[in-house]
């Protein structure tokens, strides 16, 4: 379910990540773990910000039964700034990063929705009992 390009060599909770991803899809999912220069390039290559960030989606263009639903960047240098920043695990924050960036995959948009997206990871936070960091900092 979950295709795992670790570059950094970083920790994670994988059944969690892919407890997580089965709940919405069935779809494969790449995920990458970078760190902020890496992903800054990206972030400019893709999005034309030249800066680091702290997740990065790329949903596939097209859909079809075997192809995985697309790949999240997420970098390692912000879970462990952001964890710290607002008192809670590295796992935490990494699974909640993740959760923003799936629901990216699935078509959800903060930036143009009416609060979908913000609606559906305030559940995914509640229901895995993760801290509302993000509900709160994203509000």
């Known amino acids: 379910m979950i295709d795992?390009?670790?570059?950094?060599?970083?920790?994670?909770?994988?059944?969690?990540?892919?407890?997580?991803?089965?709940?919405?899809?069935?779809?494969?999912?790449?995920?990458?773990?970078?760190n902020n220069k890496e992903i800054q390039?990206?972030?400019?290559?893709?999005?034309?910000?030249?800066?680091p960030t702290d997740v990065l989606s790329f949903p596939l263009e097209f859909d079809m039964p075997s192809m995985p639903l697309g790949s999240i960047v997420i970098s390692k240098d912000?879970?462990?700034?952001?964890?710290?920043?607002?008192?809670?695990?590295?796992?935490?924050?990494?699974a909640l990063l993740y959760i923003h960036g799936l629901l990216h995959l699935l078509g959800y948009d903060h930036e143009i929705d009416n609060g979908e997206q913000r609606q559906k990871e305030e559940e995914l936070i509640t229901k895995y009992n993760l801290p509302k960091s993000l509900i709160i900092r994203n509000s």
């Not at 390039?41 to 800066?51: M, S, V």
């Not at 912000?78 to 990494?94: G, Q």
């Open 4 to 34: 795992l390009d670790n570059k950094v060599d970083f920790d994670i909770d994988l059944q969690l990540v892919e407890t997580i991803t089965k709940e919405l899809t069935n779809k494969e999912v790449e995920l990458i773990i970078t």
């Open 41 to 51: 390039e990206l972030n400019k290559e893709h999005r034309q910000k030249d800066k």
């Open 78 to 94: 912000f879970v462990e700034e952001k964890a710290k920043e607002y008192n809670h695990s590295f796992h935490d924050e990494f």
